[in-house]
């Protein structure tokens, strides 16, 4: 399976792959620009051979200082008609430029790319509800990034907003 997926993915998307790095995984990986993610992930969810028809994770990394583009989202696709294969695609991305939704090819995406849009910041274009996921709609900056700061921007301005809003709804209420 692995040799028949690599020779697939390395003759249908030559363009569009992106150099391997010395990554210590077991798992099968390729990179590809993020203008091919929603094509290569439709086309092998619909091949009748490999039909990756299961979006296991979908994550993202901060490189800051380390790697160029700063973040890496990564998805772990599996396919349960070959007893579970599994492998991952990784979409480099830099700071301020979005990643194509595959909300509409998986759905189950719905709700990890809000995640990895709140706490990284890493929006996705034609997501059909790119806003904050866990965070309140009045939050200042992505907690997960490798440079939020440790102590927060300072909390203050949620509490006054939250009561803000509250006081408004009684009088209106």
């Known amino acids: 399976m692995k040799e028949k997926l690599t020779e697939f993915i390395q003759s249908q998307w030559k363009d569009s792959l992106l150099p391997q790095r010395d990554i210590n995984t077991n798992l099968l990986y390729f990179s590809i620009q993020k203008e091919s993610l929603p094509t290569v992930v439709q086309t092998l969810k619909d091949h009748p051979e490999f039909a990756f028809t299961f979006l296991n994770d979908l994550t993202s990394i901060d490189w800051l200082g380390k790697r160029e583009p700063r973040f890496e989202v990564v998805y772990l696709l599996r396919s349960p008609k070959n007893n579970h294969f599994r492998?991952?695609?990784?979409?480099?991305v830099g700071e301020g430029e979005s990643v194509p939704s595959i909300?509409?090819?998986?759905?189950?995406?719905?709700?990890?790319?809000?995640?990895?849009?709140?706490?990284?910041?890493?929006?996705?274009?034609?997501?059909?509800?790119?806003?904050?996921?866990?965070?309140?709609?009045?939050?200042?900056?992505h907690p997960l990034r490798k440079d939020y700061p440790l102590e927060g921007p300072g909390q203050d301005y949620l509490i006054e907003d939250l009561l803000t809003i509250h006081v408004e709804e009684d009088i209106t209420g």
């Open 87 to 92: 492998f991952q695609l990784r979409v480099p």
């Open 103 to 141: 909300a509409g090819i998986f759905p189950a995406a719905n709700w990890p790319e809000r995640e990895v849009f709140d706490l990284m910041g890493i929006p996705f274009s034609n997501h059909p509800r790119m806003e904050r996921l866990i965070m309140p709609d009045n939050f200042v900056g």
